[in-house]
């Protein structure tokens, strides 16, 4: 199972709203990502955890809020989101070995947010 | 960070093979060259990785010259299907998070 699932698929929230986005994965990864991805415009990282704990945040607003709660799931939390925060928001997980390595990132079908 | 540099477009036919050329001029020893490809509103999707010379899988080759600051991605008798944007990164062991570059928009006509 090379999956990474994302839910919702798709999302519109207002500015005053307060919503969650999830990711899973069963492949035994123990590092997990989210990245930001505008219209016509590559991905942008937005937080990595390692072993589940935040080990790079790319300055990001406040108003995102990212959780592990365990080695499978991650969670991206949304309050106060502006319009300009519409975009496509995709996880993806990857191994995690040890150093002298890179690792193949799998990456989730991403869940299209709209803030109203 | 390397910043890689690859065109931004190119047109192709089905049946014929298409090149991408990505330069990475500040390429640093334990880094390695990494495509993906992406289709519309879906995740980016891993195709090939190689260090130097030439690495095939099922998919695609790799070519990468001894001094590293190039490489070409060569895509076999593409199809429609292989209408994509194709990422070309450079990926530094010591830090696992891909920075993706503007991509190359790949469009197959019949």
């Known amino acids: 199972d090379t999956e990474v699932t994302q839910t919702p698929k798709h999302l519109v929230m207002g500015m005053t709203n307060k919503k969650s986005l999830k990711c899973e994965q069963h492949m035994g990864h123990r590092a997990m990502y989210w990245y930001k991805q505008k219209a016509k415009k590559p991905p942008e990282l937005m937080f990595v955890y390692s072993y589940e704990k935040l080990s790079i945040n790319e300055s990001v607003p406040s108003r995102f809020s990212p959780e592990c709660p365990n080695s499978s799931l991650l969670n991206l939390h949304l309050h106060a989101l502006q319009p300009e925060d519409s975009a496509l928001y995709l996880c993806?997980?990857?191994?995690?070995?040890?150093?002298?390595?890179?690792?193949?990132?799998?990456f989730g079908p991403g869940t299209r947010l709209t803030v109203l | 960070l390397a910043k890689t540099t690859q065109p931004i477009s190119m047109d192709s036919y089905e049946g014929q093979e298409v090149n991408i050329t990505c330069s990475h001029n500040n390429i640093a020893t334990n880094d390695y060259i990494t495509w993906y490809q992406q289709f519309p509103s879906q995740g980016p999707r891993f195709i090939i990785q190689?260090?130097?010379t030439k690495v095939t899988n099922e998919v695609a080759s790799l070519f990468i010259p001894a001094d590293r600051k190039s490489s070409t991605l060569s895509l076999p008798r593409v199809s429609l299907s292989d209408t994509a944007v194709y990422y070309c990164l450079v990926v530094n062991t010591g830090r696992r998070a891909l920075t993706f570059g503007s991509g190359t928009r790949l469009q197959v006509q019949p």
């Open positions: 190689g260090y130097k």
């Open positions: 993806a997980s990857s191994q995690e070995r040890s150093g002298g390595s890179t690792d193949t990132q799998y």
